[in-house]
């Protein structure tokens, strides 16, 4: 059975590791990168707190002992269902079954200015930017006489109340407080103002009540500025304008507001639902084709539970990629009696503010953490999830490093790093053109 699987994050992955050197399957890793990217630590790279290497993982070294998975990096183009073939900017690959597992990207629901000036945190590229920005505009802080750019230059907004966006917040808190002014002492950090904003009335809105008030309690106390209800509307580079009709002038917007899918050129529209994700039935089928599935934050399946999708969190992709590859090795030895439909059984939500402050839901028995305690909880999933013995080793080094002295060595910038203005579609005809014309 020949299985070509599209993304490597935790979906894709789980499913190649779990077929692989099983007889009968021949399997092919599509992904655009050539590493495993851990994605709940993004923003301790954008902050300084971890390197990148730290998080990420090398896919081929994942399979140097296998003899049936093979990988490429390419960029998948198109899935053309009915010659069985995936089109990538390498070439076509035939298929027997295709598994999306593509994950989602930033949703910036349409708004161009927000796609060309701010800042999205959906791969380590991303979140190494993040850091460049932030340790760029200090130095720029340092040496600027006007009061109106050194105000943009202090003003950090974060959009996005979930975990990611609080996590965020407080990481760039715990900065200010611990870090930028023993390396910066001729900046009064006093003027550095962090904003998180939230459309929604609470903070990390899914989990309970107690998460809820507890994670902004120790946001405040961090000196974050919490503004719930508040949609951020519009955005040029330099200006911030909410809903609320307030303004801020900030040089720097990260989006932690909201994913979208990530679905190929092939897929029928008609089964694309809300938040660009793929119709599937129990089995991560995807509805109306025989031979195609969708994984983790790209599939949409109803059930009596999640009557409107499970959430997109990595252990949903975990455990529909364990399903669907023992239905796949059922499958493959005719006995379709025993496939089984993917259920999720909910294991708790967890996010962390900052040193000594997490909050954790478990769902049964009902239970809830806060603090000390739950930052231990936070810290222990999370390394027991990274990829690669040494880089569990590393990130553990590095926290307790970083416990003992408030501290990491990482504050460096890249010039090749700094991100160039986003380009609208319009521009990249132009750009190619000129590209021509210079050759």
């Known amino acids: ?3 070509v699987i599209i993304g490597a994050g935790f979906a894709g992955l789980k499913l190649a590791r779990s077929l692989n050197n099983k007889p009968g399957f021949e399997v092919l890793l599509l992904e655009k990168f050539n590493y495993h990217q851990f ?105 600027s006489t006007d009061p109106l750019e050194r105000k943009r230059l202090m003003n950090i907004v974060v959009v996005g109340g979930g975990p990611t966006g609080v996590e965020m917040a407080g990481a760039i808190a715990e900065m200010r407080k611990y870090v930028l002014p023993r390396d910066y002492p001729e900046i009064d950090f006093a003027d ?51 809903s609320t009709g307030d303004t801020i002038e900030t040089s720097t917007v990260i989006w932690a507001a909201g994913v979208r899918g990530n679905v ?55 455990n529909q990629a364990k399903n669907l590859a023992n239905n796949l090795r059922w499958e493959e030895m005719k006995s379709s009696k025993n496939l089984k439909e993917f259920e999720y059984h909910d294991k708790g939500s967890m996010a962390t503010v900052g040193r000594n402050l997490a909050v954790v839901d478990i769902p049964r028995p009902k239970l809830h953490f806060g603090g000390f305690f739950a930052w231990l909880i936070w810290m222990g999933l999370h390394l027991v999830l990274i990829l690669g013995v040494k880089n569990r080793l590393v990130v553990f080094i590095n926290w307790v490093y970083n416990y003992i002295t408030y501290d990491q060595s990482l504050r460096l910038i890249f010039n090749e790093f700094c991100r160039p203005r986003k380009k609208t579609e319009q521009e990249e005809p132009q750009q190619k053109h000129t590209l021509e014309t210079a050759r």
């Open 39 to 143: 994605q709940p630590l993004f923003y301790q790279v954008a902050t300084a707190g971890l390197d990148a290497s730290n998080i990420s993982f090398p896919l081929r070294k994942a399979f140097q002992r296998s003899k049936n998975v093979r990988i490429r990096m390419a960029k998948v183009e198109e899935i053309k269902t009915h010659e069985q073939v995936v089109v990538t900017n390498i070439g076509e690959f035939e298929y027997d079954r295709v598994v999306i597992a593509s994950g989602a990207d930033t949703n910036w629901f349409g708004n161009q200015k927000l796609i060309d000036n701010a800042y999205g945190m959906k791969s380590t590229v991303e979140a190494l930017q993040i850091r460049h920005k932030l340790l760029q505009n200090f130095e720029d802080v340092v040496k």
């Open 264 to 318: 190929p050129k092939g897929i029928d529209p008609s089964l694309v639902v809300r938040g660009n994700r793929i119709k599937v039935d129990r089995f991560n089928k995807v509805l109306g084709t025989e031979n195609i599935y969708a994984l983790g934050d790209v599939a949409y399946m109803e059930t009596p539970k999640y009557p409107t999708g499970h959430p997109q969190v990595a252990n949903v992709a975990i």
């Open 192 to 242: 550095m103002n962090i904003f998180l904003l939230e459309g929604g009335p609470k903070t990390l809105g899914p989990m309970s009540e107690k998460s809820s008030e507890q994670s902004q309690r120790y946001l405040e106390r961090l000196g974050v500025i919490v503004r719930t209800n508040t949609i951020l509307k519009d955005y040029d580079g330099d200006t911030a304008i909410l």
């Open 1 to 3: 059975m020949k299985i």
